[in-house]
């Protein structure tokens, strides 16, 4: 009897010594995991970049020719962001000279730009049609906008309502895509009446009126993360 029981005792002991040797059996190896979340933004014109206005008739210029939808951009971004607009200089760069008759240095603002969609809050905004305006007047230096920069979307500043959300134009076409149309004025003379700034005020001896002519502006358009 005391056999057994010594028997028995033993095997318990060594089942529990068991036990406990496979539990102390351990190993891990680690790895880390890392994420860059680079900032997104894209702003894509679809249409073509010219927009030609051609005077030919008396009933353009007393008119003038309107462009609906002359430009379409469109806007994806991770992040809340604002859009504005300005002309890279401050007057029409005069290619070809028809006439001597007339002022060839025509200011930017005779062209009108209105955003038919998301327009913006800003106080110098395109919810109708308005004078762009040039470099000096669009208060704009080395890309960076002011409180009275013209504004497509959102506006300067950071409070809540002065920029648009992150999104995709695909997914937001109605805040994320913007359709621009424009206009031009000049009248006879060619005046541009439109315009808030007049013609020929540097040189009061020349006419107030434009010279037939071929001319080109570029109109910057400027996507920025919320300013």
Known sequence: MRKILFVFVAMITMSLYTVKSYGQLNDEQYNYVTMDLRGILTLTMTTNPQVDFVFSTVQEYMQGITRFNAVELEVDATMA??????ASTDKW???????????????????EIQSSVNTSLAPENFNAFVSLAGLTNSTVAGGVPTVDTQFLGGQFGTAAGESFA??????????HKFRLD??????IPATFPNS???????DPLLPEYAAA???????????VEDL
């Not at 962001?81 to 300005?86: E, G, Q, R, T, V």
């Not at 424009?182 to 009248?187: A, E, F, Q, S, T």
């Not at 808030?196 to 540097?202: E, F, L, P, T, Y």
């Open 93 to 111: 760069v005069q290619v070809e000279q028809y006439s001597t008759n007339g002022h060839n240095e025509l200011p930017a603002e005779i062209l």
């Open 81 to 86: 962001w604002d859009l504005f607009a300005y």
């Open 196 to 202: 808030v700034v007049a013609i020929n005020v540097d």
């Open 213 to 223: 002519g071929y001319y080109y502006l570029e109109v910057v358009y400027t996507l």
């Open 166 to 175: 992150p999104g995709t134009a695909f997914a937001n076409p109605s805040t």
């Open 182 to 187: 424009m206009r031009l004025v000049p009248d």
